[in-house]
């Protein structure tokens, strides 16, 4: 198996490229003049690892991942935003350098294969299959120093058909944070359920037991929760995105998100 490994970087998503820069304000005061460092500034690139190998007579196997790096994001926020796609539960990571995730990323397609070939030792399979496990990470949006993340990904291992996923998680900039649904809504002043069925085809729904979740995303006239195959229809009904104006919920919005978007 020849092993690819292509690292994409050095391209900037904001205005500006340098990188390891602070902007300054310069303060006046009655001896001296004082200078205080803002927030340094934020530069993203991205790592790309893309390989295939031939497992068995009848199977095949593709593994490509595609993730974000980051200046100037706190280590809190780089471990809950590569949790799920670096292993981190299993193997924490002290250092989110761009070496150290590539090797992790290369370490994972390494894994991956070694766990498909292991599994197809025991069975005869009469027919040609791909499998595969595809993810992505991009920048969804970046607005009031929020900055949303979108996750992707797909894959099949075998069975009736593949699987496919959409997340979602927004970075507070200002903050330092990852958002929870609870730093933007006050649960007590809001009853989920009708609001969201008001806003979904009912007959993609398995019932109507449905509430909010923690993926999501917002701009600056609605609230959007997605939910993913299986999770609240059929996998016919596919990923499921309930979009809810904040003009129904402003009473349930905290004053200080509704101050930041400028929400009246």
Known sequence: MKKIA??????????????NVAQTQVTKTEDSIKIEKQNPELTIDSLLVHDSAKISKNLSAEFRQKLLTFEGLEKKVLDSLYFGELLLKDQPMKDFSKENILQRMNDNMKNYFAETKTGEEDFVREYKQTWDQISDMKVFSKTKDYLTIQYNGYGFSGGAHGYGYDLYKVVDLKNQSIIQLSDLIDSSKINWKPIL????????????????????????????FIYNQYEIGPYAAGIIEIKVPFSEIKQALKPEFKKRLNIN
């Not at 292509?6 to 990188?19: G, H, N, P, T």
């Not at 993609?204 to 449905?210: A, G, R, T």
């Open 6 to 19: 292509l690292a994409l970087s050095l391209f900037a998503l904001f205005a500006s490229c340098k990188k």
């Open 197 to 224: 069925l008001k806003h979904v085809d009912r007959e993609m729904l398995f019932d109507e037991n449905i509430t909010a979740n923690n993926n999501f995303y917002f701009d600056s006239d609605s609230l959007t």
